[in-house]
């Protein structure tokens, strides 16, 4: 029993040393992104930046604070950093929302940029 927890530990901490070390190295950034959304659905995002390429993922976030997976990604040429760069837009509906991330002229979004954020 001791030996089974002992090895739980271990992987939960080896996870977030991990993941602490990943938003390190691509300078991650995460943004709450308001106005929040029906039943008080928030959309969250996280941006990150290696190299030449920029990648973000959005999160519906419901009333218990938690997200199960991202809600969907984009990747932007040059690193940049749409929602950062204000070059988004979040509309609600009465089921959920619509996240559109767009990059500039010199730094497209090469992939996704469409999300559909919903807590129900």
């Known amino acids: 029993m001791r030996v089974g927890s002992g090895v739980l530990v271990g992987v939960a901490v080896l996870g977030t040393v991990w993941g602490a070390v990943a938003d390190l190295v691509s300078d991650a950034r995460y943004y709450v992104l ?21 990648n973000g993922e959005a ?3 419901g009333r218990t604070g938690l997200a199960f997976g991202a809600a969907g990604s984009w990747t932007v040429d040059d690193g940049y950093r749409p929602v950062a760069g204000g070059t988004y837009a979040l509309d609600w509906g009465p089921d959920g929302g619509l996240l559109r991330v767009r990059g500039t002229s010199t730094d497209p979004v090469v992939q996704g940029g469409l999300t559909d954020i919903g807590c129900g």
């Not at 308001?34 to 920029?54: D, H, K, N, W, Y």
């Open 59 to 61: 999160y519906a976030v």
């Open 34 to 54: 308001r106005p929040v959304g029906p039943g008080g659905c928030t959309a969250v995002v996280r941006e990150t930046s290696f190299l030449v390429i920029g």
